[in-house]
Protein backbone atom coordinates (compact mmCIF):
# COMPACT_ATOMS: atom_id res chain seq x y z
CA UNK A 1 0.00 0.00 0.00
CA UNK A 2 2.65 2.71 0.71
CA UNK A 3 4.47 1.25 -2.03
CA UNK A 4 1.66 2.25 -4.72
CA UNK A 5 1.31 5.52 -2.16
CA UNK A 6 4.66 6.52 -3.35
CA UNK A 7 4.93 5.49 -6.63
CA UNK A 8 1.23 7.53 -7.20
CA UNK A 9 3.44 10.76 -5.25
CA UNK A 10 5.98 10.21 -7.48
CA UNK A 11 4.14 9.80 -10.47
CA UNK A 12 2.25 13.32 -9.69
CA UNK A 13 5.18 14.95 -9.47
CA UNK A 14 6.45 14.10 -12.63
CA UNK A 15 3.37 14.80 -14.24
CA UNK A 16 3.06 18.05 -12.58
CA UNK A 17 7.10 19.08 -13.86
CA UNK A 18 5.95 18.17 -17.33
CA UNK A 19 2.84 20.07 -17.37
CA UNK A 20 5.07 23.15 -16.41
CA UNK A 21 7.69 22.72 -18.86
CA UNK A 22 5.26 21.99 -21.45
CA UNK A 23 3.51 25.40 -20.73
CA UNK A 24 7.02 27.20 -20.74
CA UNK A 25 8.47 25.40 -23.91
CA UNK A 26 4.95 26.60 -26.00
CA UNK A 27 4.89 30.01 -24.43
CA UNK A 28 8.82 30.75 -25.33
CA UNK A 29 8.07 29.49 -28.95
CA UNK A 30 4.87 31.45 -29.31
CA UNK A 31 5.88 34.79 -27.58
CA UNK A 32 9.49 34.58 -30.33
CA UNK A 33 7.27 36.55 -32.53
CA UNK A 34 5.26 38.74 -30.14
CA UNK A 35 7.08 41.49 -29.70
CA UNK A 36 7.53 41.30 -33.87
CA UNK A 37 3.59 41.92 -33.79
CA UNK A 38 3.68 44.38 -31.47
CA UNK A 39 4.97 47.35 -33.01
CA UNK A 40 3.66 45.57 -35.97
CA UNK A 41 1.97 48.69 -38.25
CA UNK A 42 -1.88 47.42 -39.79
CA UNK A 43 -2.25 45.31 -42.86
CA UNK A 44 -1.55 47.65 -45.16
CA UNK A 45 0.79 50.37 -43.29
CA UNK A 46 -2.53 51.86 -42.20
CA UNK A 47 -2.59 53.51 -39.19
CA UNK A 48 -5.37 55.43 -37.16
CA UNK A 49 -7.61 57.18 -39.64
CA UNK A 50 -7.10 60.75 -39.59
CA UNK A 51 -9.63 63.66 -38.30
CA UNK A 52 -10.86 66.21 -41.36
CA UNK A 53 -10.84 69.65 -40.77
CA UNK A 54 -13.30 70.62 -38.95
CA UNK A 55 -14.09 67.49 -37.56
CA UNK A 56 -14.57 66.58 -34.02
CA UNK A 57 -12.51 70.44 -33.96
CA UNK A 58 -13.53 70.91 -29.98
CA UNK A 59 -12.84 67.19 -28.95
CA UNK A 60 -9.00 66.84 -27.22
CA UNK A 61 -6.59 64.51 -28.37
CA UNK A 62 -7.18 60.79 -27.07
CA UNK A 63 -4.02 59.94 -25.43
CA UNK A 64 -2.50 56.42 -26.70
CA UNK A 65 -2.98 53.35 -23.78
CA UNK A 66 0.89 53.48 -22.62
CA UNK A 67 2.65 50.43 -21.62
CA UNK A 68 5.07 50.57 -18.42
CA UNK A 69 7.91 48.66 -18.77
CA UNK A 70 10.79 47.47 -16.55
CA UNK A 71 14.60 46.72 -16.19
CA UNK A 72 16.86 46.23 -13.47
CA UNK A 73 17.67 50.21 -13.55
CA UNK A 74 13.88 51.05 -12.94
CA UNK A 75 12.90 48.34 -10.98
CA UNK A 76 13.47 49.44 -7.18
CA UNK A 77 11.83 52.79 -8.62
CA UNK A 78 8.60 51.29 -9.73
CA UNK A 79 8.32 49.16 -6.63
CA UNK A 80 8.29 52.32 -4.64
CA UNK A 81 5.67 53.78 -6.16
CA UNK A 82 3.81 50.65 -6.30
CA UNK A 83 3.78 51.10 -2.59
CA UNK A 84 2.82 54.23 -2.36
CA UNK A 85 -0.64 54.17 -4.50
CA UNK A 86 -0.93 50.30 -2.72
CA UNK A 87 -1.38 52.45 0.82
CA UNK A 88 -2.73 55.32 -0.51
CA UNK A 89 -5.67 53.40 -1.60
CA UNK A 90 -7.77 54.25 0.97
CA UNK A 91 -7.49 57.55 0.02
CA UNK A 92 -9.22 57.37 -3.31
CA UNK A 93 -12.03 55.48 -1.65
CA UNK A 94 -12.29 58.82 0.33
CA UNK A 95 -12.79 60.93 -2.62
CA UNK A 96 -15.35 58.61 -3.67
CA UNK A 97 -13.08 56.21 -6.20
CA UNK A 98 -13.65 52.37 -6.65
CA UNK A 99 -16.35 52.02 -3.91
CA UNK A 100 -17.79 49.15 -6.38
CA UNK A 101 -14.91 46.44 -6.81
CA UNK A 102 -13.98 47.47 -3.30
CA UNK A 103 -17.61 46.54 -1.82
CA UNK A 104 -17.90 43.88 -4.27
CA UNK A 105 -14.58 41.96 -2.87
CA UNK A 106 -15.24 42.76 0.63
CA UNK A 107 -18.89 41.91 0.38
CA UNK A 108 -17.61 38.36 -1.22
CA UNK A 109 -14.84 38.02 1.07
CA UNK A 110 -16.86 38.16 4.06
CA UNK A 111 -19.90 35.78 3.22
CA UNK A 112 -17.43 33.13 2.38
CA UNK A 113 -15.84 33.94 5.92
CA UNK A 114 -18.93 33.39 7.56
CA UNK A 115 -19.09 30.33 5.39
CA UNK A 116 -15.65 28.67 6.04
CA UNK A 117 -16.60 26.60 9.64
CA UNK A 118 -19.54 24.78 7.05
CA UNK A 119 -17.53 24.79 3.73
CA UNK A 120 -14.02 23.80 5.09
CA UNK A 121 -14.40 20.59 7.51
CA UNK A 122 -15.78 18.91 3.28
CA UNK A 123 -12.11 19.33 2.33
CA UNK A 124 -10.83 18.18 5.82
CA UNK A 125 -12.73 14.94 5.46
CA UNK A 126 -12.76 13.92 2.25
CA UNK A 127 -10.30 11.76 0.43
CA UNK A 128 -11.31 12.69 -3.21
CA UNK A 129 -8.55 15.31 -3.54
CA UNK A 130 -5.41 12.92 -2.50
CA UNK A 131 -4.27 12.36 -5.68
CA UNK A 132 -4.80 16.25 -6.76
CA UNK A 133 -3.23 17.28 -3.82
CA UNK A 134 0.03 15.15 -4.42
CA UNK A 135 0.91 17.01 -7.99
CA UNK A 136 -0.12 20.36 -7.08
CA UNK A 137 1.24 20.52 -3.15
CA UNK A 138 2.10 23.75 -2.19
CA UNK A 139 5.78 23.51 -3.26
CA UNK A 140 4.64 22.62 -6.20
CA UNK A 141 2.92 26.10 -6.85
CA UNK A 142 5.41 27.65 -5.67
CA UNK A 143 7.86 25.92 -7.76
CA UNK A 144 5.60 27.32 -10.95
CA UNK A 145 4.69 30.69 -9.50
CA UNK A 146 8.77 31.26 -9.01
CA UNK A 147 9.97 28.94 -12.27
CA UNK A 148 7.61 31.25 -14.85
CA UNK A 149 8.76 34.54 -14.36
CA UNK A 150 12.50 32.79 -13.82
CA UNK A 151 12.41 31.27 -16.76
CA UNK A 152 11.29 34.21 -19.24
CA UNK A 153 14.42 36.43 -18.08
CA UNK A 154 16.42 33.59 -19.05
CA UNK A 155 15.22 32.82 -21.92
CA UNK A 156 14.83 36.95 -23.34
CA UNK A 157 18.11 37.44 -22.20
CA UNK A 158 19.29 34.41 -24.79
CA UNK A 159 17.27 35.41 -27.16
CA UNK A 160 17.96 39.03 -26.27
CA UNK A 161 13.84 40.33 -26.20
CA UNK A 162 13.53 43.15 -24.26
CA UNK A 163 9.69 42.70 -24.07
CA UNK A 164 9.87 39.52 -22.73
CA UNK A 165 12.67 41.09 -20.10
CA UNK A 166 10.59 43.27 -19.01
CA UNK A 167 7.26 40.85 -18.60
CA UNK A 168 9.34 38.99 -16.63
CA UNK A 169 10.75 41.72 -14.11
CA UNK A 170 7.00 43.43 -13.56
CA UNK A 171 5.74 39.57 -12.88
CA UNK A 172 9.02 39.85 -10.34
CA UNK A 173 7.83 43.11 -8.83
CA UNK A 174 4.08 42.10 -8.23
CA UNK A 175 5.44 39.29 -6.49
CA UNK A 176 7.45 41.82 -4.21
CA UNK A 177 4.32 43.66 -3.56
CA UNK A 178 2.53 41.03 -2.75
CA UNK A 179 5.37 39.99 -0.21
CA UNK A 180 4.60 43.20 2.03
CA UNK A 181 1.10 42.93 1.89
CA UNK A 182 1.21 39.67 2.55
CA UNK A 183 3.49 40.11 5.50
CA UNK A 184 1.23 42.73 7.11
CA UNK A 185 -2.06 41.15 6.94
CA UNK A 186 -0.88 38.33 8.34
CA UNK A 187 0.80 39.22 10.85
CA UNK A 188 -2.44 41.61 11.85
CA UNK A 189 -4.62 38.59 11.35
CA UNK A 190 -3.03 35.76 12.72
CA UNK A 191 -5.56 33.64 11.53
CA UNK A 192 -5.29 29.66 12.17
CA UNK A 193 -4.86 27.15 8.83
CA UNK A 194 -7.27 24.86 8.61
CA UNK A 195 -4.33 21.83 8.73
CA UNK A 196 -3.94 23.44 12.51
CA UNK A 197 -7.83 22.21 13.30
CA UNK A 198 -8.58 18.80 14.35
CA UNK A 199 -10.81 17.55 11.58
CA UNK A 200 -13.90 17.61 13.30
CA UNK A 201 -12.92 20.41 15.07
CA UNK A 202 -14.47 23.80 15.74
CA UNK A 203 -13.54 25.94 12.39
CA UNK A 204 -15.55 29.23 13.70
CA UNK A 205 -12.76 31.12 16.16
CA UNK A 206 -9.75 31.37 14.11
CA UNK A 207 -8.75 34.94 13.37
CA UNK A 208 -5.97 36.06 15.97
CA UNK A 209 -5.08 32.49 17.07
CA UNK A 210 -2.21 31.58 15.33
CA UNK A 211 1.35 32.44 16.77
CA UNK A 212 3.36 30.60 14.84
CA UNK A 213 6.02 33.24 13.99
CA UNK A 214 6.81 37.10 15.11
CA UNK A 215 5.59 38.18 11.54
CA UNK A 216 2.27 35.89 11.28
CA UNK A 217 4.03 34.72 7.71
CA UNK A 218 3.01 31.21 9.10
CA UNK A 219 -0.78 32.46 9.43
CA UNK A 220 -3.71 31.85 6.73
CA UNK A 221 -5.24 35.10 5.54
CA UNK A 222 -4.73 35.40 2.86
CA UNK A 223 -3.04 32.95 1.21
CA UNK A 224 0.44 34.04 -0.31
CA UNK A 225 0.11 31.55 -3.37
CA UNK A 226 -3.70 32.67 -4.30
CA UNK A 227 -2.02 36.53 -4.34
CA UNK A 228 1.07 35.30 -6.05
CA UNK A 229 -0.08 33.29 -8.61
CA UNK A 230 -2.95 35.84 -9.92
CA UNK A 231 -0.78 38.26 -9.99
CA UNK A 232 1.83 36.35 -12.07
CA UNK A 233 -0.82 35.41 -14.12
CA UNK A 234 -2.03 38.97 -14.67
CA UNK A 235 1.19 40.39 -16.23
CA UNK A 236 1.14 37.61 -18.76
CA UNK A 237 -2.27 37.73 -19.55
CA UNK A 238 -2.35 42.01 -20.00
CA UNK A 239 0.86 41.94 -21.79
CA UNK A 240 0.44 38.81 -24.15
CA UNK A 241 -3.32 39.12 -24.40
CA UNK A 242 -2.91 39.08 -28.56
CA UNK A 243 -2.82 35.50 -27.74
CA UNK A 244 -6.12 34.31 -26.55
CA UNK A 245 -4.69 31.16 -25.07
CA UNK A 246 -1.98 32.81 -23.05
CA UNK A 247 -5.36 34.40 -20.49
CA UNK A 248 -6.79 30.93 -20.36
CA UNK A 249 -3.76 28.98 -19.41
CA UNK A 250 -2.36 32.07 -16.96
CA UNK A 251 -5.58 31.75 -14.77
CA UNK A 252 -6.01 28.35 -15.21
CA UNK A 253 -2.82 27.73 -14.06
CA UNK A 254 -3.04 30.13 -10.94
CA UNK A 255 -6.83 28.57 -10.30
CA UNK A 256 -5.40 25.18 -9.73
CA UNK A 257 -2.41 26.16 -7.71
CA UNK A 258 -4.95 28.07 -5.69
CA UNK A 259 -7.45 25.59 -5.14
CA UNK A 260 -4.99 23.06 -3.78
CA UNK A 261 -4.27 25.70 -0.83
CA UNK A 262 -7.91 24.67 0.16
CA UNK A 263 -7.91 21.06 -0.80
CA UNK A 264 -4.45 20.12 1.28
CA UNK A 265 -6.00 22.23 4.39
CA UNK A 266 -3.40 25.13 4.19
CA UNK A 267 -6.51 27.64 3.50
CA UNK A 268 -9.83 28.71 3.96
CA UNK A 269 -11.82 29.42 0.79
CA UNK A 270 -11.81 33.03 1.86
CA UNK A 271 -8.29 33.10 2.67
CA UNK A 272 -7.40 32.20 -1.55
CA UNK A 273 -10.38 34.06 -2.68
CA UNK A 274 -9.64 37.35 -1.37
CA UNK A 275 -5.64 36.78 -1.92
CA UNK A 276 -6.54 36.05 -5.32
CA UNK A 277 -8.70 39.52 -6.40
CA UNK A 278 -5.90 41.78 -4.27
CA UNK A 279 -3.48 39.49 -6.76
CA UNK A 280 -5.23 40.06 -9.35
CA UNK A 281 -5.89 44.19 -8.64
CA UNK A 282 -2.08 44.68 -7.45
CA UNK A 283 -0.57 43.10 -10.95
CA UNK A 284 -3.29 44.98 -13.14
CA UNK A 285 -3.88 48.65 -11.93
CA UNK A 286 -0.61 48.96 -9.95
CA UNK A 287 2.15 47.45 -12.10
CA UNK A 288 1.17 46.67 -15.73
CA UNK A 289 -0.97 50.44 -15.71
CA UNK A 290 -2.29 49.57 -19.04
Not at 64 to 84: H, I, M
Not at 215 to 224: E, H, M, V
Not at 250 to 264: D, K, M, W
Amino acid sequence: MQSDSRKAVSTGRRFAASLLFAVLYLSQAVLARAQDRIDRPPLGGVSEPVAQPGENASAPPVPAPTVREATLRTLPKNFLQDQKDLWLFPVKLAHGHHWLPTTLIVGATAGLIATDPKSMPHFRQTNAFSGFNSVFGGTTGAGIIAAVPATFYVASLIRKNSYDQSSALLAGEAVADDAVLMVIMKSITRRQRPDEIAVNGNYSDTFFQSHKSFLGTGSSFPSGHALMSFSVATVFARRYRQHRWIPYVAYGLASVISFSRVTTGAHFPSDVFLGAALGYAIARFDVVRQ
